[in-house]
């Protein structure tokens, strides 16, 4: 009985043992617990929520926790990079600057818009003219090369006719064609007049034919020199006195009909009228120029003299005096016979 109750005193003291131990434990544990719930409230104060059951309600799934911690990534990358774009000096320049003005930039935008329209219109009227300056351009091509050919007879016609008109550098006396026809004539014309000319001037003076240039822009083929056996030169016409003048006309307009005679076959021209000029000869070269005058009347020709020279009266034998009245002139017929 005693090792019964000894058995069952020694159970009861084991089971208070334990009781103690587990007592211990609870404390323990309370402790602990409180500890952690401390620990807890001040993990979720630090979150940033109020109890720690608004952390617990806040705690997401696995998979959500992954795409929040993805985003918050990505977030952090973007960040960095806004960070490191913001600190380019480049832009903390722009930031410097004056805030835009919407308004006036739209101003701009709007002007700017207008003048590309008008520019793009010009642009395109251009390339229409472009494309019909070309086709004028092809045209022109064809049309120089189909009148090419033309071109150069017209050159060559041209050249022809300033050398024919005496204005081509070609021509060095400038001489015109039909000048060039008619100084051949007026050699003709000089050498018969000097015939003459030798008589009336008792050999001293022959004419000769000139192509020598004019002064200044003046043409040449038709010029007369006088040619003096005195003094054995060559001088111009214009140095003649008024007497040897007359006399070197008088030879020029015999010899122009005895030219005249000849290229006409033969037909004479039969009458012959000298106006004036006898009143400059001297008595000797009068008589020079009757001289020549009456072997033209030999020939069958008649010459007439219209003159005052008192002179001629008794050398012309038949004569036409022209007497002033009172009631107009009249003509009176004067014989040889008269003279």
Sequence with gaps: ?????????????????????????????????KEADARLADAAYRAGFETP????????????QREVRRRLDAWQSESAAVAAEL????????????????AAAQTVADAATRALREVSAADAAARTRCEELDALSAQAVADARRLAPLRA??????RLASLAAGTSAD???????EAYVLAARLEQVAAAASVRLRHMSS?????????????GR?????????????????????????????????????????????????????TLFIDEGFGSLDEQTLDEVMDVLDSLRERDRTV???????????????QLEVVKGRQGSAVRHRAAAAC
Aim: charged share 30%; no cysteine.
């Design 1 to 33: 009985r005693r090792a019964r109750r000894a058995a069952r005193l020694e159970r009861q003291a084991g089971l208070l043992a334990r009781a103690a131990e587990a007592a211990r434990a609870a404390d323990s544990a309370a402790n602990r617990l």
């Design 53 to 64: 059951e608004q952390a617990a309600e806040a705690v997401r799934h696995p998979d959500r």
């Design 87 to 102: 600190s380019d000096p480049r832009v903390l320049a722009a930031a410097r600057t004056p805030s835009a003005d919407p």
């Design 153 to 158: 007879e017209h050159d060559r016609i041209a």
């Design 171 to 177: 021509n060095e006396r400038r001489m015109r064609l």
């Design 203 to 215: 050999g001293r003076y022959t004419l000769v034919h000139s192509d020598a240039r004019s002064g």
């Design 218 to 270: 003046g043409r040449s083929g038709l010029g007369l020199h006088v040619v003096d056996a005195w003094t054995g030169s060559e001088r111009d016409t214009a140095t003649l006195s008024g007497g040897e003048t007359f006399s070197a006309s008088l030879a020029l307009a015999l010899g122009l009909a005895d030219v005249v005679t000849d290229e006409a076959g033969g037909v004479r021209l039969g």
């Design 304 to 318: 007439g003299i219209v003159s005052h020279v008192a002179d001629l009266r008794r050398r012309v034998p038949a």
